[in-house]
Each structure stands twice: as structure tokens, then as C-alpha cells.
């Protein structure tokens, strides 16, 4: 997205991002333009930084920059030579413009300061006690408290854990209500909707709206263009670090300043302030936590490590990540049909040393990602509050799906229930791993449901995420797959299949006449089994064996003849799916407009439905043909079935062979009732 060279020197210095206001009435900020300039080399980057002391954009770079200025700031911009467009023409009148009357609304109409939020949270707890405990991860500067809330069902701790803070950056309000929506759905929405139950029963979701207190309540009361924390640097007199350029990975390097009044202060030292303290040990005393989201405001962009410099995780890891945040766009863009970009945060951001991603994957080990939320640039930090509810539908979807996708240590993900699986023929398993070094799967077959697994698909396979399987014989309605992943550095893994699937047979032969013996169907007319006499047109022998039913079997049928049927014994075909009946014709019949021939189906023996009729021309086979009919509209189930072939009626002059039929079969899945 913008070009990575940093030319923000490390002598730049924000000063005024760092000096106090009087206490007291908030700041006021009339007549203050927010504007886009373009910047295109490192002297037009220092000219503009020597003018404004309040960057927008996460990082001063090559490209847009969008910066706040004051009236005076505005003259001289205008006096410059630099390219720019106004973004925001009154900061003070968007800041006015940015909340509505809270007595308006529901809780996510609005921003909230840190004590109604945490109100809100405690309430959630009050709701469902049994699935949320608040905790408090540690304190700040000033004394408040760090807190959030834990979301699981029985069992914390031993569950694959989430954690997703917002507010780092103090004046990104919008992130906030983004954790507070995730929080509220997971614990309203349990009861009601399966997804979010299995959310909530197999992750342990660790979410803190405001992990930067001292900060955000400042932009509450004081400054509302408020970014770091609250620590005071006395030789200065300049106050807060930039808590997302203090933490311990690439600390100090490009994308951060060492002066304290800089807005993008990156502290003393690696976790010198208490809330990347806090945050870290958090996440180092909780090692079930194996997913990590930090929110920010604004640009929409979600990205992945590393942000520090031109450093790539390790596969399987990147191939992963680009899946995730591109998967996560596509479900952002899929809500409300806004764009977000993704990728690498060196590539789709900027650069950035002490990033929290960057700590939380590099150092501690787990999947960590940054999203930066609306918008991108009307509004920038000053998101009216009609946009939080769009946006929390907008991304917290997608930040779900990333939690449990990447939290979990392995998956099957099919068959995964509902699936019906045909004996003998290739299917592919396939799951997916996340962490530690998988050394090999095992895979298991259940037919009762998942209660036991008594058959083994395969062992020792390589852990690539499928495996090609010709399905069993077993039949089953009842069935489920076991995965079992073996670690190198982790315990082992498994997972089974969500719901049952089914395992049906082939198409097999399910009733099988050769017609080399009698099989006593019902006769009528001329209709004969036996050896057919080759006179007429008929054929001298059956397709196998001598012995056929036929109607004549010494030559033609005669004129003016009703309808004579040849019907089967009662086929039973209550266990038999997709049936179809085969056999063998030698078939003479004059033109239908006079001479008629046909195949019948009951299931009584009353009422009967037409399987095939002569229609046409005259048929005058010379040879044996396989015909075969679907029939499983009428038979398929049915535990008593006849089928007819049907010579006549005919006309007063011309006469053919008529009927002969060999090596009647009837074809279907058999499906096995003892598992229904
Ligand atoms: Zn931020």
C-alpha cells in the first residue's frame, strides 16, 4: 500500500504530541483541518513535519501523510508548494460531530468512557456468570485498572485461548466497541445460535476493550486527540510512551523515536511501562492463549508480522497468514462491501519497531495479527458513532472466524457430518494443523456415532492436511472420523468429525435371473420361459445359457391380441436406493401406431406405472441388447415389487417376434437398516 522507506528520522521530533494541556476544560480544536499531503521526498517530509506536530497516519512515509494543523499550520501549508486535500475542515466540529446524545440508542450507538464500559462488561458477567468472570490482567500509572472479561464454558484454561484488546492507541475509540460486540455476542447470542455455542465451548476468549486506561480516559476529560499513555518524562516535560512501540521485539528500530515528546515514544526500554508489562505477562502466564488480535484505527487494513523490518515468519506460518487476513477481507468486504487491505505489516502498513504482533509471534510464540478499522480518512479517529455498529457487523465476524481457526491446534474438517460416502470409491479426508511441529496423523473410523473407533483408516501418515481413502465396506448412518496428530514438540491432538455421516454400498446387483432355470414368474398368453426356437425372428438361444422368457417362443405374436404381461415374483428392495432394472432384449414389435409393447412397475399389483412403452417405429432386433431402466422412483425402499413386460395390444394385420428378455438383474445402494 505506501512505500516503505521511513524517512522519519529518528532528530524529527513531534514535539507538541507530548505537551501538556491545562487542566481542566477539555481542549478545544476550532478552526483545526485535518488534510492529506502528498509527500514525495524526505525534504518535503521534514518541510511538512516542521509545520504540524499531530500525524494521522501511523507513520510518516513516502506518499499520503494525512496531518492536523491549526489555522497558523494551515497558512504556511498553503504557502509551501505541497499537494494537499482538506480531509476533516473543522477537527472541533467533527469531535462535536462524532457523538450523538447518549439518552439515543442502544449501548452500541455510542462510545463509552473507560468506567461505562467496564460497567457493561460486568453486566455481561451478571447475565451468565457461568461462562464470563471478569479479571484484571494489571494497573497502571495512574491506578486503574487493566480489565476484561473471560468468555468460555466450563473448563478455563485447558481450552485454546483468544486474546483481543483494543485501545492501545487511546484516541482509536472505535476499537473499543469492537471488543465490547464480541464480548456481547458470545454471551447473548450462546444460547441461540450453534456457532457462537461452539465459540464459546471449545475457546477461551480473553478480551480487553481498553488496554491503555490512562490514555483513553485523557481523551475523555482533556485531549481527545490523545494517543500514548500517561508515563512523564521529567527531563522533558513531555508525558506518554507509544505502548505499541514499547514492547520487547525490534524495540528501538525504524518506525519509533526516542524522544519522549514524539508521539511515537518508544519508552526508556523494552516494557518499561505497565501496560505492555501487563499485557505480556498476561499472555506469558496464560499459554493456552494461542491467538492474538490488536485493533487500531484507521485505514482498514488487517495484516500479519512482521512490522519491524523486511522479516518473514517461517512456513508453514506465512502461507497461513495470508490465508487468514485475506480469508478475514473477503468476510469484511462480504457484510457491508467495504475494502480492506491485507498482508505483511511491513508491506501493507508501515514500519514499526516494538509492535505488539510483532512481540506476541516472534518472542511468545502465538499467531498474532493487527487490524487497523475505519475508515480511511473522512473521519479518521473521529468515526461518528452511527459507524460503530456497521463496523462491529462488518469485522467482528471475520475476527471470530480468525480466532477459532487459528487457535485451534488441529481440525477435521471432512467429513465433517451430513456427507453420504459410497463404499469402494476415493474421498479425501482433510484438516488442517496450527502449531508445534506435527510429525505424523492417525486416522479412525466410527459406525456408532463417535462412541468407539474400531477401525483404523490409516497410521503413520505424513501430517500434510489430507489423505485419499477408498472408503470402506462397513455401512453405517452412524459414522465419524478420528484425527490424531502427533507432535514432536506438543502433546498429540485430535479431533473428530462434528456430525455423523453415512456410508452407503455401491451400486450393486441386488436380484439377479440368468433365466437358465425357471424362476416361476406369471404368465399370460403366450408368454413361455424356455429355449427359444430361432423361427420368426426370434433368437436361437438366450444371451447366456439356452433358456429365456419370451412371448412365443416359436415364432411371432398374433394379430388382434390384448395385452398379454409377463410379472415378476415380489422383489423386496426396502434396504436398496437408486434402483435400476437391467436385462437383455431381442425385441420385434411392428410401428406403435398399431402393434404395442411396454414395461410395467407396482408396488401392489393393483396400479401400475409405466416403466417404458414402444413408441414409434417398428423395433426388429437382430441381437441381443442391454437395457437398463432407473426404476428407483417407484422401487427404491419398497419392500414388494413387481415389474411387467407387456406384449399387445395389436392391430388386425402384421406380426413380429415379440418379446424375448435373458439375464434380468436389478441394480441399487444398499443402504443397511440395522444403522438407521
Ligand atoms: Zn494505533
Not at 476484561?148 to 464454558?153: C, E, H, N, Q, V
Not at 496464560?286 to 518473514?312: E, K, T
Not at 497468514?321 to 480492506?340: I, K, N, P, R, T
Not at 426370434?538 to 394379430?559: F, I, R, S, W
Amino acid at each position: 500500500m505506501r512505500a516503505l522507506t521511513l524517512w522519519l528520522a529518528a532528530g524529527v521530533i513531534l514535539c507538541a504530541a507530548g505537551v501538556r494541556p491545562a487542566a481542566g476544560e477539555p481542549v478545544r480544536f476550532d478552526g483545526e483541518r485535518v488534510v492529506r499531503v502528498m509527500v514525495h521526498s524526505p525534504q518535503q517530509l521534514a518541510q511538512l513535519l516542521s509545520m504540524t506536530d499531530d500525524v494521522w497516519s501511523e507513520g510518516a512515509t513516502s506518499g499520503p501523510i494525512d496531518v492536523r494543523m491549526t489555522p497558523e499550520q494551515f497558512a504556511q501549508l498553503q504557502a509551501s508548494g505541497l499537494k494537499f486535500v482538506v480531509l476533516i475542515e473543522d477537527v472541533q466540529a467533527a469531535i462535536e460531530a462524532e457523538r450523538t446524545p447518549p439518552e439515543r440508542g442502544g449501548f452500541f450507538d455510542h462510545y463509552w468512557s473507560l468506567a461505562d464500559n467496564i460497567a457493561y462488561l460486568e453486566s455481561l458477567v451478571a447475565l451468565r456468570p457461568d461462562l464470563a468472570q471478569m479479571f484484571t490482567a494489571g494497573t497502571t500509572l495512574e491506578g486503574r485498572d487493566i480489565r476484561g472479561i473471560r468468555i468460555t464454558a466450563a473448563g478455563p484454561g485447558t481450552k485454546p485461548g483468544v486474546l483481543v484488546h483494543g485501545a492501545q492507541h487511546a484516541r482509536e475509540w472505535i476499537s473499543v466497541p469492537v471488543v465490547m460486540w464480541t464480548a456481547d455476542k458470545l454471551i447473548r447470542e450462546y444460547d441461540t445460535d450453534a456457532y457462537i455455542r461452539s465459540l464459546v465451548d471449545n475457546l477461551e476468549w480473553h478480551l480487553v476493550p481498553i488496554m491503555n486506561p490512562d490514555g483513553y480516559v485523557y481523551c475523555w476529560t482533556t485531549y481527545r486527540m490523545w494517543r500514548k499513555n500517561r508515563s512523564y518524562d521529567a527531563a522533558t516535560g513531555c508525558y506518554g510512551v507509544d505502548c505499541n512501540r514499547n514492547w520487547g521485539f525490534g524495540w528501538g528500530g525504524p518506525g519509533a523515536s526516542s524522544s519522549p515528546c514524539s508521539a511515537e515514544y518508544c519508552g526508556p526500554e523494552p516494557f518499561s511501562e505497565l501496560e505492555t508489562q501487563a499485557m505480556r505477562d498476561w499472555i506469558l502466564t496464560h499459554p493456552n492463549i494461542r491467538a492474538y488480535v490488536d485493533l487500531h484505527s484507521f485505514s482498514q487494513v488487517i495484516f500479519y508480522p512482521y512490522s519491524f523490518g523486511d522479516v518473514w515468519p517461517p512456513e508453514p506460518d506465512r502461507s497461513d497468514y495470508q490465508y487468514v487476513v485475506g480469508h478475514m477481507a473477503e468476510m469484511v468486504h462480504d457484510v457491508h462491501g467495504l475494502s480492506y487491505d491485507y498482508g505483511r505489516g511491513l508491506d501493507v502498513v508501515y514500519q514499526v519497531s516494538g509492535a505488539s504482533r510483532d512481540w506476541v509471534y516472534g518472542s511468545a510464540g502465538r499467531y498474532a495479527i493487527g487490524t487497523e478499522l475505519r475508515d480511511t480518512g473522512a473521519y479518521g479517529f473521529l468515526l461518528p458513532e452511527n459507524q460503530i455498529i456497521p463496523q462491529c457487523e462488518e469485522y467482528v465476524p471475520a475476527l471470530m472466524w480468525y480466532a477459532d481457526y487459528m487457535a485451534t491446534p488441529q481440525r477435521l474438517t471432512s467429513p465433517n457430518g451430513g456427507e453420504t460416502l459410497t463404499s469402494g470409491t476415493p474421498t479425501t479426508i482433510t484438516w488442517y494443523t496450527h502449531g508445534g511441529t506435527p510429525t505424523s496423523v492417525d486416522l479412525y473410523l466410527s459406525i456408532d456415532g463417535g462412541v468407539t473407533f474400531p477401525y483404523t483408516i490409516a497410521t503413520g501418515e505424513a501430517p500434510h492436511g489430507s489423505y485419499s481413502w477408498f472408503v470402506t465396506e462397513t455401512l453405517s448412518t452412524r459414522c465419524r472420523v478420528k484425527l490424531v496428530v502427533h507432535r514432536a514438540d506438543l502433546t498429540s491432538g485430535e479431533d473428530v468429525s462434528d456430525a455423523d455421516f453415512t456410508i452407503v454400498g455401491g451400486p450393486q446387483r441386488v436380484y439377479n435371473f440368468p433365466l437358465d432355470t425357471d424362476p416361476g414368474w406369471t404368465t399370460e398368453g403366450q408368454w413361455a420361459w424356455g429355449d427359444p426356437t430361432g423361427s420368426g425372428g426370434d433368437p436361437q438361444v438366450g444371451y447366456t445359457g439356452n433358456n429365456v422368457y419370451g412371448y412365443n417362443l416359436a415364432g411371432h405374436y398374433t394379430n388382434n391380441m390384448p395385452r398379454y404381461n409377463l410379472t415378476t415374483t415380489a422383489l423386496n428392495l426396502s434396504n436398496v436406493t437408486g434402483s435400476q432394472l437391467r436385462f437383455r432384449r431381442w425385441l420385434g414389435v411392428q410401428n406403435a401406431n398399431y402393434d404395442h409393447a411396454g414395461i410395467e412397475i407396482s408396488t401392489d399389483g393393483v396400479t401400475w406405472n409405466s416403466v417404458w412403452e414402444h413408441t414409434g417405429a417398428s423395433i426388429n432386433d437382430a441381437g441381443w441388447t442391454l437395457q437398463a431402466y432407473d426404476i428407483s422412483a417407484f422401487a427404491d425402499g419398497q419392500s414388494t415389487v413387481y415389474i411387467r413386460w407387456a406384449m399387445g395390444t395389436t392391430n388386425a394385420s402384421v406380426t413380429y417376434c415379440g418379446w424375448n428378455i435373458d439375464d434380468v438383474e436389478i441394480w441399487g445402494v444398499v443402504t443397511q437398516p440395522q444403522w438407521a
